[in-house]
């Protein structure tokens, strides 16, 4: 049996705002979440996924219930309290199988061939962990690795302070670790794999590097949630998905520009309305039970359930959260993120990066990055 765990279970600080309603591997990414297409892709390599879990643990459970999906075994490892990244990988150690295993970041969304970096691993015959390795301009924000000729892994050095990387090369969280891990994880404990494992298996020039060069967004950040939700736009909805659900009334002189998800499933009851001369699209994803009134222009943006937005309001490059309501002349643009529960008065304009909390009521327009609490 070959198996994999996916880390889904952390707090998602960037995306705090819109959490209330759900956890982050469950944000919609065209018409699914992102651990689903993760599971499907996983689904051509593994015979089993277990998800390690806490925050928000029995919404991932039930979305994904118990026993098979697209054919493989689906399993969950719950932790009472969050163990970080590597305190998970002891925790499943039940679930996971006595063969190199891959564990993957919940919130990466990359094309990384999952069964070549297993054979790259096994086929380097003393390698105790594999990660997969991404160029990036600035290595600063994420771990960094010195490689060698042999792709073994001389350093790992989490976090780098500008100027001290090793290379451009940082950890693509995505691993293939031998069971042996086992044994330098403690039980039921915070504890960093990148910390407390990578370094060792460093020294003992035994942690290898895969090289991957494609596609590869960390849904953590506003930007590449946004950016990622244009990716499954543009290629991982299947040909014979509908884009536009039964469910979703839609005026005759209201333009959609595709590539444009809505989510209507009439058949359980949903349903989206969008008024005349509204223009939606292209890069719009729009979630269940969602209104939108006449002339607006929505494009390049998530639109989380239940949202009500009134007529001639404008939305370009944003977030917005669950079940919030934008009055009548709103404006919000520059990557800005509308918490779950908000309300957006008329005539307000919020633009680059504002960030607004849950619950909140905002009057006044706000044109400068800042997080309203
Ligand atoms: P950001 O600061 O927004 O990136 O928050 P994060 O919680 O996602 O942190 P990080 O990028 O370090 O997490 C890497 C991966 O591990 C992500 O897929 C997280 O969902 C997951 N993760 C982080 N902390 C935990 C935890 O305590 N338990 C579990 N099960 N997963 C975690």
């Known amino acids: 049996m070959t198996s994999a765990l996916i880390l889904a279970g952390g707090f998602g600080t960037r995306l705090r705002p819109l959490t209330c309603t759900r956890p982050k591997p469950l944000f919609p990414l065209g018409n699914r979440p992102l651990s689903e297409i993760l599971v499907q892709r996983l689904s051509e390599v593994v015979d089993r996924v277990v ?16 026993g098979e999906k697209y054919g493989i075994e689906i399993k969950y490892a719950k932790e009472k309290r969050p163990l970080g990244t590597g305190g998970p990988i002891k925790h499943a150690q039940n679930l996971l199988d006595d063969s190199p295993f891959l564990v993957l970041n919940g919130d990466v969304i990359s094309l990384i061939d999952f069964k070549d970096m297993l054979n790259f691993h ?48 940082i950890n693509a969280g995505a691993y293939v670790l031998d069971p042996e891990v086992f044994d330098y994880i403690p039980e039921n404990e ?4 990148e910390r ?21 967004l960390d849904m953590g950040k506003p930007a590449d949630y946004i950016q990622a939700n244009k990716y499954v736009l ?11 659900n039964k469910g979703a009334f839609i005026s005759s002189s209201a333009k959609i520009e ?19 001369e509204t223009h939606i699209g292209p890069y719009v994803c729009i979630g269940d039970d969602v209104s939108i009134g006449q002339g607006c222009r929505i494009e390049n943006s998530i639109i989380f359930p239940d949202v009500r937005i009134e007529s001639f309001s404008s939305i370009n490059n944003c977030i917005i ?3 919030a309501t934008l009055g009548r002349w709103v404006k919000i643009e520059g990557l800005t993120i509308i918490g779950d529960y908000c309300t957006i008065k008329d005539n307000v304009t919020l633009t680059s990066g504002v960030m607004i909390c849950p619950w909140k009521t905002v009057s006044d327009s706000i044109i400068t990055p800042q997080t309203v609490m």
């Open 51 to 66: 998800f390690a879990i806490n925050y928000q643990a029995e919404k991932i459970m039930q979305y994904f219930g118990s």
């Open 122 to 169: 096994k086929q380097r015959g003393d390698a105790l962990g594999t990660i997969a390795l991404y160029p990036v301009e600035d290595p600063s924000r994420y771990g960094a690795v010195e490689l060698d000729d042999a792709y073994r892994i001389l350093r790992f050095v989490e976090k780098p302070p500008p100027g001290e990387e090793p290379s451009n090369l």
């Open 190 to 193: 915070p504890f960093s794999i």
């Open 196 to 216: 407390g494992v990578f370094p060792i298996f460093a020294d003992q020039m035994k942690l290898y590097g895969y090289k991957y060069n494609d596609v590869w």
């Open 234 to 244: 543009d290629h991982f909805l299947k040909k014979t998905d509908s884009s536009i």
């Open 258 to 276: 595709e590539p444009v998800h809505i989510n209507a499933s009439i058949a359980i009851g949903k349903n989206v309305e969008i008024a005349r």
């Open 321 to 323: 959260g669950e079940a």
